[in-house]
Structure formats: structure tokens, C-alpha cells
């Protein structure tokens, strides 16, 4: 093997708010210097004030500065930077940046190009990774064209299968169906449901996982071929197919089930060539049938769990491999102590959801053993309504997931936010919910929770059953 | 970039010229003009019209901030420079350490210059006074511009763009050097109309 080291002597991280932090504080760590780059209301985030050097890059809306790839690669070209690392959402997984980076000599801190553009085609993914030896969600991958191929495809597939619009989503157009003598009825008013909501009545049928949990694995691979996985983080806890909150490791995983799920997703990564941090995704049923969804070619949102428990900085190994450096370990070396939640704090209403913007009069962050906050904000910063509404992670550690959640509660009531609305109070009426606390979750426990405490229940809001969350 | 509302509408001023030129003994011209400007300003008029036998002309000024510009390109979003400053309960707010921006000392001085128009970058790159290394400069200290004018150059990835005054007047004040890196916003010149 021929390892080809590079050290990096500057970044420029392509990101904002609390995750451009998170990169900061590593690449501090490591003596690396940090450029920021930022639009102009973002001016007094604290990413641009900690960064060794930072430059205005366009205005507010997220197209003209944080999408912005002629002026992030101005910007990375005016500070010499050796590479840039895009952190999560903006430009993290578009392949055609990462091939600019690639063009004008700056490393991009990810996957290749080639690998990011396969997993960002979800058809295309699931193809490539059923044929690396994952299962997928049984199910047809084209327009169902008569009741009679619907009948023979449900029986291949088994029941309960759900018929579910081509075009559609929401919520809309899907129809769950348990038994054989439901099915016809059910492709006809999914079908007319789909045509008046989406003008295209195609519907398909997949299997439909009844309660299913969302479980994720996280990978590492070097650019020697080396793959390894950190175990599983569970984020069944979702609106809208946002998560509010993450746990590792998964309640409900045995040893057994978590290394077939790890082994599987990193033989499939292999088998791509992945290198850099990836996560792959899947459902899980109540019988312990897991399923692949679909892989995120970034560092995600809840990485902070699975550092928590593994003891690794996610962030320093993506710049270590980046840097060409091998992994250094073997899956033995992974050791999982403990039990991690993070809330994730949005500025919006606790009840109503509705964005609250602003600026912030007092604020406390909690501290005191196994408590990790990852933030961007401090007291008279002004919340800006131009990005999206995370503006903490509140991450706790404890032995067992008991603790955790007693932990999470001191924690979340010394946090103050004031000034604006967060979803603070939320985060600590569910850590009062008996199910919560009985680790019996699923997609489908923020529907029971909101309206068990009075609100509408999210199929009214219409989401879909089975659905899986974007990170 | 949008062009700001001007002290002057040029149109008025040709037209006050045309009519002057027009006439025989038509007493105005551009000195006079000038100071009349000039007086405006210093006295923080907001109107003035003056008549003769032979020529009326009337000046009227529309006060904006000199640090309002917009790209082309934006919709109506203004960019906000500063947040308004807030009576803060606890004192978290980190103090002392502050990323290097390439636009800071600039800014410094341009904000002192309220009452000239600023020609702000509106990429983030590297700022050339002249089209060659050899060649003379664009305009000087002292070049009047009009909107169409090239000021300079702000070379982003390898691609020169050539930059317009958008504005008419008189170079007064150039806030950056040669070959320095520029950002978004960052103030170039200021010009007086």
C-alpha cells in the first residue's frame, strides 16, 4: 500500500452555524488554521469570530453565499486553503462540487464525487446496494398497470404491503392493506387520491413495515480501501421526517443484530469504494428484519452520540483520511460504552412548531458531568429567519440509558434560551413520556405523542406511514 | 447594482446644459453648477432652484445612506449590515477573538465617508485597478464615471470581471490596493456625485 500523506495546513469550512463550529474546535485541536466564510447577516456568528480568517461571500439567501461555489472556491482560492470540508446540507453531498474542488487542487473532505452522485440517486442507490449484498424493502420499482399484477406482486412481496403514489408523498396516495381481498379496492382510490393530488394516478406497492424504528450505521473508510463501522444510532423520533432526537446505542439492538447490520454496511461500502464519514440507513421491523433506505455521503447532524459512546472525534478522522492517512483501526477496536441521547433545539414554538427569530436576551448553557453542548449562538445574538431553525444540540452521556434520560432532564431545564421561542419544553415533556422512557419507539411515536398532549396528530399533517426522515 | 437616487438627475443638469448652450448669453456653466452642488450639500439642503432672466434650474437632494447597494441579482431582500445593539442580561457574548476579514480596515474608513456613494464588491475575489499588469489603471482619484464605466477588476477562479461604476461622478476616495483579496460588500471606491 502506498500511503500518499498530505497535511493540511488550512481549511476553509463551507458551512455555517453550530456545524462550522464543530469543525472549527477539532481543527483547533489538530493546529490546523480555519477560514470562514459567511453572508453578510451571519457576520457575528460565532464561526466567523473563531476562525482564523473569514471573508463575506454573498447576502443572505442561502443561493447566493452558502450554495455559492464560485465564490466559496474564490474565497478558498484567495486564502490558499489545502481543503475545504462542507460539513452537513449546503454543499455536502453535491458531486458537482466536489469535482470543482477536485479541478482546482483543493481537497474536498467527503467521499468522491462519483460515490456521492450514486447514493444522492435513491433508485440508483437502492440498486447499487441490494446488489452489494443489502436487503431493500420488497416492492415493485414500477407503476403497478392492472389489479391482477398488483395481486401477484403482493403475494411475492407478503402482507401487509402498503400502494403508495409514484409522485406523490405526504402521505397522500397511500393506502396500507393487510389482507389479499383489500388489495383491489385499495389500488383504485390510492390511485384516484394520487391523480387529483399529484395529476398522476401510478401507484406501487412495497412491503409495509408495521412500527418501524430507524436505525443508522455509522461508517469510516479510508482511501486505502479499509472500512469500519461505529455502531448504530437510533433516530425513530421524528416530525415530518425531521429529527428531533437521536439516541446510541438503538434500545432494542442486541450485540448479534448490530454487528449483521454493521458487518452488512460495511461489506456493501467496500464493495463502493466508500472513503471518508457515510451513514447508512434502515428500517427496522418489530421482528428484526432491517431494510436498507439510503446512505448519507456527509457527517450528519447526530454524529455527537456516536462520539460520545465510541470515544471518537468523527471530524478529526474525516480530516486524518482526507489527509490520506490509513484508518489505524480494526473493527475490534470499537468499543461502545454507555448511553447517549441528544434533543436537537430548534427557535420555534414548542406547540405550534411556527419559526421564532430573533434575539436571544439570556442565555445559559448546562454543563457538569457527561453534558456536551453544540451551539453557535450566545446571549444578543440575533436568530436569523434565513436558515434553518437548529440553533443547539444539547448531547448528554451516562452509563445506562436511565441516567441518560435523568441527565438529559437536569440538563435541558438549566439550559435558558430567552428572547426567543425553543423547543426546550418539548424536548423535556418527552423525556417524561412512559414509552419514550420504555425505549418502545417508532416512526410513528411523535403521531401518538402530539396527540396524546393535545395537538394534532401528524397524519392530519400529513405524514406518511413507514416514512423514513431526512437527517 | 442598483443605481442609487442621485443628488443630481443628470438629465436635468444636460438639459440645463443644452438650454444654456443654446441661447445666446446664457450665463451657466459647469463651475457654477458645481458650486451650487456643492452648497447644497455643505448646507444640508434639500432643495434649491435658482432663476435668471435667461435659465431657471433646480437642484433637489435625496438623502440616502451611501452604503446601500444592491445586486442586481437579489430580490428585494436587503442585506442587513448590523444588527441593532441590545441590553444583554448575561455577558456570555465572546469578546476578544475575531476572524482576519479582509474587509475590515477598509470599512473603518468608508463608513466615515456617509456622504459619498460607495462602490462595494459584489463578488468575493481579488481587486486589479488596471485590465493588465502593465497597463494604466482604470480611473484614478479624480476620474469622473459614468454607470457604464469599468473601475476595475475582481478576479474570482481564474475569470476576470470587469466591475461598473453604476453611479455618475467623481472618483474621490479608493479604499483598496492592488492585487489585495477582496470580499462580498466590501467598499472600493467612493465617488461624489
Known sequence: MAFNPRKFKKILIANRGEIACRIIWTCKEMGIKTVAVHSDVDRDSLHVRFADEAACIGPAPSAQSYLNIPAIISAAEIFNVDAIHPGYGFLAESAQFAEICEACNIKFIGPSASVIRLMGDKIEARRAMNEAG??????????????????????????????????????????????????????????TEAAAAFKDGSVYIERYVEQPRHIEIQVLGDEYGECIH?????CSIQRR?????????????????????????????????????????????????????????????????????????????????????????TQDDLLIVGHAIECRINAENPETFAPSPGVITAF???????????????????????????????IVHARTRDLAIA?????????????????????????????????DISTNFMEYFLARNGRKSAVEEGVGAGAKARA | MARKEGD?????????????????????????LRELIALLRENGLAEFELERADFRVRLRRESSPAQSNYSAD????VPTPTPPPVDVVSTAKPATPTAHHPGA????????????????????????????????PFVKIGSNVEPETVVCIIEAMKLMNEIQAEATGEIVKIYVENGQPVEYGQPLFGIRS
Open chain 2, 74 to 77: 437579489a430580490p428585494a431582500v
Open chain 2, 105 to 136: 480596515q477598509a470599512e473603518t474608513a468608508a463608513s466615515e465617508d456617509s456622504d459619498l456613494h460607495l462602490i462595494s464588491s459584489p463578488i468575493v475575489g481579488t481587486f486589479y485597478r488596471s485590465p493588465s499588469p502593465t497597463a494604466d
Open chain 1, 241 to 329: 421526517h425531521q429529527k428531533l432526537m437521536e439516541e446510541a446505542p438503538s434500545p432494542v439492538l442486541t450485540k448479534e443484530l448490530r454487528q449483521r447490520m454493521g458487518d452488512a454496511a460495511v461489506s456493501a461500502c467496500k464493495k463502493l469504494g466508500y472513503s471518508s464519514s457515510g451513514t447508512v440507513e434502515f428500517l427496522l421491523d418489530a421482528s428484526g428484519e432491517f431494510y436498507f433506505m439510503e446512505m448519507n455521503t456527509r457527517i450528519q447532524v447526530e454524529h455527537p452520540v456516536t462520539e460520545m459512546v465510541t470515544l471518537a472525534d468523527i471530524v478529526r478522522n474525516q480530516i486524518r483520511i482526507a489527509e490520506g492517512e490509513p484508518l489505524g483501526y
Open chain 1, 407 to 439: 441527565r438529559m432532564k437536569r440538563a435541558l431545564e438549566a439550559m435558558v434560551i430567552e428572547g426567543i421561542k425553543t423547543t426546550i419544553p418539548l424536548h423535556l415533556k418527552i423525556m417524561d413520556d412512559p414509552r419514550f422512557r420504555a425505549g
Open chain 2, 8 to 32: 443630481l438627475n443628470p438629465n436635468r443638469r444636460n438639459k440645463a446644459r443644452a438650454e444654456s448652450s443654446g441661447r445666446p448669453g446664457a450665463s451657466v456653466n459647469m463651475d457654477e
Open chain 1, 134 to 191: 443489502l436487503p431493500v424493502l420488497p416492492g415493485s420499482s414500477e407503476a403497478i398497470s392492472s389489479e391482477e399484477e398488483g395481486l401477484k406482486l403482493a403475494r411475492e412481496i407478503g402482507y401487509p404491503v402498503i400502494v403508495k403514489a409514484s409522485a406523490g408523498g405526504g402521505g397522500r396516495g397511500m393506502r396500507i392493506v393487510r389482507t389479499e381481498q383489500e388489495l383491489g379496492q385499495a389500488l383504485k382510490t390510492a390511485s
Open chain 1, 364 to 394: 445559559n448553557l448546562p454543563g457538569g458531568p457527561g453534558v456536551r453542548v453544540d451551539t453557535f449562538v450566545y446571549s444578543g445574538y440575533r436568530v436569523s429567519p434565513f436558515y434553518d431553525s437548529l440553533i443547539a444540540k444539547v
Open chain 1, 230 to 234: 461505529l455502531g448504530e444510532r437510533e
